[in-house]
């Protein structure tokens, strides 16, 4: 690991591959995208990409539109952006070990081979990055009503420096440690957007989520369709239920389960020998579809009744049957 200083260059650990840049060379700026969809968030960060002249990096946690998302402005120099600036591995590591997604903090670090810093962030974004003189508490204090502008208050404080009251004290080789074993770290300007990635894994996890809200809905269902051809079974009740007529049965079971009266359905039926082949509730009417002889209908009291007769049997003088719709009122 070889680190590029703004007073010397500095080799530390052994990784080949990562170089840190740790010069007063770039500008950092952040937006924080509030009431946005990620849909919505990479929608703008294309149109930065596309129009803006500076670098533009989203950090986003999740799809949903109330979690924090960061747009994150850079701007520096081509001749240095095959390094990774040390303000990322600050914020990866506190993200990773002190702080989370949204919160707000500000690092004070003396570095031997860049002197005296200060950086900024919102969770894993950076929102300024100084170096200062040695009066450390002055410039603190002037980072604080700065932040304050941009609506930053209360930000958690860290510093490898010992006299830095309220901060939780870090070391610096624990943080270029991180970076030594965190393969992941690597030049921000390498990490583009793969707006591919990004809506396979969107729709994966909408998918995901769809199929555990069924099986949650299907769990919790009073008549779970586990054995279909079951047969259920009351003192009045009996039904076949199989997987093409479940739906419904269903939404007939929730019916009478609503229903105060089924019980004077059942023992009307009962009472005149009447087999329902559809039954049908409106109001408090129930529609009892059925086939009887015509006597049978008109013997039974207070009862509407529609059907269709044959003349021919009327003039035989026979009975027949008909098929018929007993209006049966339930108050």
Not at 71 to 88: A, F, S
Not at 215 to 240: A, G
Not at 283 to 311: C, H, M, R, W
Request: charged share 25%; aromatic share 12%; proline share 3%.
């Amino acid at each position: 690991m070889n680190i590029i200083g703004e007073k010397k260059n500095y080799q530390k650990f052994s990784r080949n591959d990562l170089v840190i840049l740790d010069k007063n060379v770039i500008e950092f700026s952040v937006e924080r995208l509030k009431n946005c969809s990620i849909f919505e968030a990479l929608k703008i960060l294309r149109y930065k990409r596309k129009y803006g002249t500076d670098f533009y990096h989203l950090y986003w946690r999740n799809i949903f539109s109330n979690s924090p998302k960061y747009l994150q402005k850079i701007t520096v120099q081509d001749r240095w952006k095959n390094y990774v600036p040390i303000e990322n591995i600050i914020a990866d590591y506190l993200v990773k070990k002190e702080v989370n997604f949204a919160d707000n903090w500000i690092y004070v670090g003396c570095h031997n081979w860049s002197g005296y810093r200060i950086i900024a962030g919102c969770g894993p974004a950076i929102v300024l990055s100084r170096f200062i003189p040695k009066n450390i508490a002055q410039e603190l204090e002037n980072t604080k009503l700065y932040l304050k502008r941009l609506h930053i208050n209360s930000p958690k404080i860290f510093s490898t420096i010992d006299e830095i009251e309220g901060a939780k004290l870090l070391g610096i080789d624990d943080i270029l440690n991180f970076a030594e074993q965190n393969g992941n770290i690597r030049p921000i300007f390498q990490k583009k957007c793969d707006f591919l990635r990004y809506f396979a894994w969107i729709t994966i996890s909408i998918l995901a989520s769809m199929a555990l809200h069924n099986s949650y809905q299907i769990y919790n269902q009073k008549y779970p369709p586990k054995n279909l051809n079951n047969k259920i079974k009351t003192e009045n009740l009996s039904i076949y239920m199989s997987s093409k007529n479940y739906d419904s049965l269903m939404n007939l079971l929730t019916e009478l389960n609503d229903h105060l009266n089924w019980d004077k359905i059942s023992e009307f039926c009962k009472k005149n020998d009447i087999k329902i082949q559809a039954l049908k509730l409106s109001g408090d009417v129930a529609k009892i579809k059925t086939e009887l002889p015509l006597k049978e209908i008109k013997q039974l009291k207070n009862i509407k009744a529609d059907y269709i007769t044959n003349s021919s049997y009327e003039k035989l003088g026979s009975d027949q049957t008909v098929e018929a719709v007993l209006w049966l009122k339930l108050n």
